[in-house]
């Protein structure tokens, strides 16, 4: 397997990862299947039809996540969730663990990978036992190095989201999947904010986690639309993750800033024609110029010229097509004299 150099990458499940590679496009359904198994797996189907190379699941429990406890801290309070309490919301959100299998053998049913972000150790022994091929470590658990290492002792490749985390932070999390032996690490830069304003997302930060860190990395994006994800690619993304939903108007909290499928179709379009675009930095005339040379300009004489006679700015001019000689060399044909009728 290759180390994850930022210009190297890895593969998960075979498929490459990296600055050299078409952007790795992940579909997260988070709480979109509405505690519906005929949803979550309608919402593969959907996530392969729009061409994303993985679907990303949340693997917790109200309890793995919080206390079932009534006190002032555990109420939201402001934002898409205000009101709510934190064990019922975790709780009525999760995707049930004994549908986990079921979720994971429609992915190998359709060929399309499904991994997932655990919330405690014990979803990662659990995703253990599915032969999860990935790791992806939630900005929200980032600053919990136990988590990041017990995710780097499996082997597998580790995706750390950064969203809320400052440079310390961001530097302590690779550390700590550094420590327990990671060799296969990616980076998402995050901002979470839900949905997340434009002007948050900073995506210029892409390219210097890259350069910081040297590992390939992505974008984890909460704005609304498709535009920031395909910026992001042309910025240095080499992954890609964005929530989606069947529908938007079905519900449920993520709901606002999840895209449909055809939105999600659009984007993996788009950010795969942004890398495509990118290229290389070259010079050299491409393939598809050449047959708009001839519409070039080039030196023609445009008034009859007896032998003998002076070429002028009156009978000499730049015009298409480029047959002639390059418009430059204009000051070297003015006056002289030409040696035969034209």
């Excluded at 420590?179 to 900073?202: I, K, M, R, V, W």
């Excluded at 495509?276 to 009859?304: C, H, I, N, Q």
């Excluded at 000499?316 to 035969?340: D, F």
């Amino acid at each position: 397997m290759a180390s994850s150099k930022a210009g190297v990458g890895f593969a998960i499940a075979g498929r490459l990862i990296g600055p050299d590679h078409p952007p790795y496009m992940i579909a997260e359904m988070s709480n979109n299947h509405l505690c519906d198994l005929d949803r979550a797996l309608a919402l593969v189907t959907a996530a392969k039809n729009a061409g994303a190379d993985a679907v990303k699941l949340q693997t917790f429990t109200g309890n793995t996540m919080t206390l079932d406890c009534d006190k002032p801290e555990f109420w939201i309070e402001g934002g898409l969730w205000d009101g709510q309490r934190l064990h019922d919301l975790y709780e009525s959100v999760h995707l049930p663990w004994e549908w986990h299998e079921a979720v994971f053998a429609r992915g190998r049913e359709l060929g399309i990978t499904i991994f997932s972000s655990p919330f405690d150790v014990t979803a990662v022994d659990l995703l253990e036992e599915l032969d999860a091929p990935a790791y992806k470590v939630a900005s929200f658990e980032a600053v919990d190095p136990d988590l990041i290492k017990r995710v780097a002792q499996t082997g597998k490749p580790v995706i750390i989201s950064t969203g809320m985390a400052d440079l310390d932070e961001i530097t302590e999390a690779v550390a700590a999947a550094r420590a327990a032996g990671c060799e296969q690490l990616a980076l998402l830069h995050c901002t979470s904010g839900y949905p997340t304003p434009f002007e948050d997302s900073n995506l210029r930060t892409i390219r210097d986690l890259g350069e910081r860190f040297d590992v390939p990395v992505g974008l984890s994006d909460h704005t609304h639309g498709i535009a920031v994800p395909i910026a992001g690619v042309v910025l240095g993304a080499c992954i890609v993750e964005k929530h989606y939903t069947l529908r938007r108007a079905d519900g449920g909290p993520d709901a606002a800033f999840s895209l449909e499928p055809e939105e999600i179709a659009a984007m993996i379009e788009g950010c795969h024609t942004a890398w495509t675009a990118l290229g290389t930095a070259s010079y050299e005339r491409k393939p598809s110029e050449k047959g708009s040379m001839v519409f070039r300009r080039s030196l023609y004489v445009v008034e009859d010229v007896a032998k003998g006679d002076a070429f002028s700015e009156k009978n000499v001019r730049s015009i298409r097509p480029g047959h002639g000689l390059k418009p430059k060399h204009l000051p070297e044909v003015l006056g002289r004299r030409a040696s035969r009728d034209i």
